[in-house]
């Protein structure tokens, strides 16, 4: 089993950035890829992030050039820098991880264990 633990969440203005991080805890040696999602309200939950075997990233459209997942193996941490925040991230964002490789993997079922969620606020 793996747990997930999201923090680094909150309101900001436009234009700035926040850092996410997602703690894991349990068997995380085994994990070959992660993941962020974001959750807006009354819409699906999408993959924005992903990274594959420490190195192989990819990025939703909505997000390419302004976020960056990377990977600390030593402190078993993801982080999702997003800078030039705009209103329309604002969502619940998710930490998720599974054994199973693949670099973009947008389907729920692709991601068996996942963080409780943080929210991101970004104001005009």
């Known amino acids: 089993q793996v747990q997930l633990e999201e923090s680094g969440g909150g309101l900001v203005q436009a234009g700035e950035s926040l850092r996410l991080s997602c703690v894991a805890s349990?068997?995380?040696?085994?994990?070959?890829?992660w993941a962020w999602w974001r959750q807006a309200p009354g819409k699906e939950r999408d993959l924005i992030a992903s990274?594959?075997?420490?190195?192989?990233?990819n990025y939703a459209d909505s997000v390419n050039g302004r976020f960056t997942i990377s990977t600390d193996n030593a402190k078993n941490t993801v982080y999702l820098q997003m800078d030039s925040l705009k209103p329309e991230d604002t969502a619940v964002y998710y930490c998720?991880?599974?054994?199973?490789?693949?670099?973009?993997?947008?389907?729920?079922?692709?991601?068996?264990?996942w963080g409780q969620g943080t929210q991101v606020t970004i104001s005009t």
């Open positions: 990274i594959t075997n420490g190195a192989d990233q």
């Open positions: 998720a991880a599974d054994r199973r490789g693949g670099s973009w993997c947008p389907a729920l079922y692709d991601y068996r264990y």
């Open positions: 349990g068997s995380v040696v085994s994990i070959n890829k």
